[in-house]
């Protein structure tokens, strides 16, 4: 399988951003088990070992609203490219800085 490259922790979890914790261009996420600060609505996903990625959106009543994609390895290592077969979503690229059980640091890439 082509995701054997990314961390095993970034699996069948649902991340949510911390953006609080972001910095120069680097997003943060922490589990949906986290204890946020309170905020009007948080983005998120979920990346599964069977390729498909779940975006988490905010809605207009803040809630949350979900988007199924699909992901495959890039070239390069740590980068997975997303890809949207509704096309409410542009496709992009994210680049796996670091993760663990407790955060996730990614970059988003066009």
Not at 22 to 49: A, H, W
Not at 52 to 78: N, Q
Request: proline share 6%; hydrophobic share 30%; aromatic share 10%.
């Amino acid at each position: 399988m082509m995701g054997q490259q990314l961390p095993p922790e970034i699996y069948e979890k649902h991340w949510i951003h911390s953006r609080e914790e972001d910095t120069e261009g680097i997003q943060v996420y922490r589990p949906s088990s986290f204890n946020f600060p309170l905020s009007r609505g948080r983005r998120g996903f979920e990346i599964e070992k069977s390729g498909a990625f779940l975006e988490y959106g905010i809605g207009r009543d803040d809630r949350s609203s979900k988007v199924e994609g699909k992901w495959t390895a890039a070239e390069e290592p740590a980068i997975i490219k997303i890809d949207f077969p509704s096309r409410t979503i542009n496709p992009y690229k994210m680049k796996i800085i670091s993760c663990n059980n407790e955060i996730l640091k990614i970059r988003k890439l066009e």
